[in-house]
């Protein structure tokens, strides 16, 4: 059904989805020309750009210019780059661990009692990201919270290292975009029939099988947008890495925040962000080609 | 029937929070072998009971036996007991073979073992040809009975059915409810089936248990329950039933006299209910029968008199709705014997008639 729902206004297709596409040009379409535009441009030593085309921001991604001109293979970036698929991707199976059994436990509930649970689950994004990443900061220190509860409790002698490590990015970034993950598959689980886990049970399946043989599988469109939905932001998330991770080892976020504020290279951030899109549109294109195939049988 | 007891259910009490009591103190017993049906209106307690045997629920007090065994501890996985689910609860993302095979792999089965069995179970439930479907491209016929043949695979020692037929339309649940009663035979397994519907319940059943808020109130085979019911509930919600208010007035050979409200005074046979004091005297539409006064002399006794007030042709049968002098209502229904398209009421609107109660088809319960 491709009919507008609007049959009662006899507007022509293009006008009836004009505020639609007034807010993707201006918000979507605009601001990704002016970032395309400015990843061609040269840079200005004190910030923004020289109208003047240059593929220097491109060629640098990849490569390093020396002294005297040549350009020679250079994989720091592409590291960074990397660092920063594996760390988001660990971070959204983290999330899908953590998030699964509590989607699927709310779901069992009594209705009356959904509500409730699934506000304390947003409750802590009422906070704001930087104050709840620093709070990672105070658990994760030496003298924090975890480091003063084992040593406490005798299990540690002296303060583990907790803070600076990519650990501490894992667990900023997967506390971050925990509900992302959880609220899709709860609305996945709430729609299912639940007399099917019944049905299940009845068929001698234990706690385990039906969660793999049937919840699961009955998720999968919830778990497919919560991992989408955790893997981005992750991908792109420099205040976890920043505070958490230190700064001193870089995920792409924060490599492009760098290049627009203390690095003032525009084109190189523009340039990054760019290969950036279009790596995360790679994924999602191979992802969602194995996925239809799956899709179809329904 | 008289076969051993399987299931035993004692005393089983089970309430909600915030809502009245779903069970009151159910016992009852079923056979070996039987085809046990728990008949009530809804809300009546039928399905939670029938979710306390599956494991779904757990009873505040009671016990339930499977073969002389407290069930009640056991999770629904490790009971020997499958479950119809009122809307079939197939998996959709399974086909229909892998729905059927199910059961068979969670106990133990290799996956091409299991897939074997559910092939021939199909085969014979004549859904071969569906194996390789999802349950979603199937009619709701087809979808029942894949229901029933994945519930059959693991050869329950019990199966039980959540009001399996009410999903489908009329004709569909009269094919299907003579096939459940072939399978049972044939599969000699017990069924527990609960149905709102008195006619399922009557069609199908070797013994019916007719529940109301919470309790049994009466248990017995179809006929028994049909033609001898325990209380007034039993009474009015199994068919069609007239209550008329009377007074016991006396007893003699076997048979209550009974002062009905009108003045007549008829006799009723003594079943197990009241002895003296105020009653409602209780008979079906088919059981009356209707003459004209001047034909009566000869059949003086439970003679009641009234004014026809309503003629309803129902095919089959005619109704005729009569008042009697104190103005209680009696329905009775003729059978409509001549064809060839002359039917012609007997008696007119507003017509006197007389109305004779055989006495063994009366029955006198509490009012």
Redesign the interface.
Known sequence: MTESRFINFALPPWLSAGPAMAVLLFFLAAPLCIVAAYSLMEADPHGGVRAAFSSEAYVRFLFERDWDGNLALDGSYAAIFARSFLLAAAATALCLLAAFPAAYCIAGQPPERRGLLLLLITIPFWANLLVRTYCWVLILRDSGLANTWLSALGVIASPLPLMYTDGAILAGLAYSYLPFMALPIYAALEKT?W??M?????????WW?TLF??AV??ARGGIAAGCIMVFIPSLGAFIAPDLLGGGRKLMIGSLIQLQFSSSRNWPFGSAAAFVLLAAVLLVLWLWLRRGGAQKA?? | MGGAALIEIRGVRKSFAGQARALDGVSLTVRENEFFTLLGPSGCGKTTLLRIV???ERPDSGEVLLAGKDICPL????RP???V?Q?Y?????LTVLENVA??LE??GAKREDAKTQARQMLETTMLGEFGAR?P?QLSGGQQQRVALA??LA?KPRVLLLDEPLSALDLKLRRTMRAELKRVQRETQITFIFVTHDQEEALAMSDRVAVMNEGRVRQIGEPAEIYDAPGDRFVAGFIGETNFLPGEITGCENGFLRVLLGGGATVAVAAGNGEKSGAVTVAIRPERAALHSPADTAANAENIVTGEVRDIVYLGGTTRYDVVLPDGAALSVSESNESGGGNYAARFARGEKVCASLPRDSLRALER
């Open positions: 029939d007399r099917l019944e049905a299940a049970r009845d068929l001698y399946a234990g099988q043989r049937i599988p009955l049988q329904w | 599956a494991g779904f999770p629904p996985n490790l007991v499958n479950t689910f809307n609860a197939l998996f959709p993302h199910f059961g969670m106990r999802l979603s994945r519930a693991c």
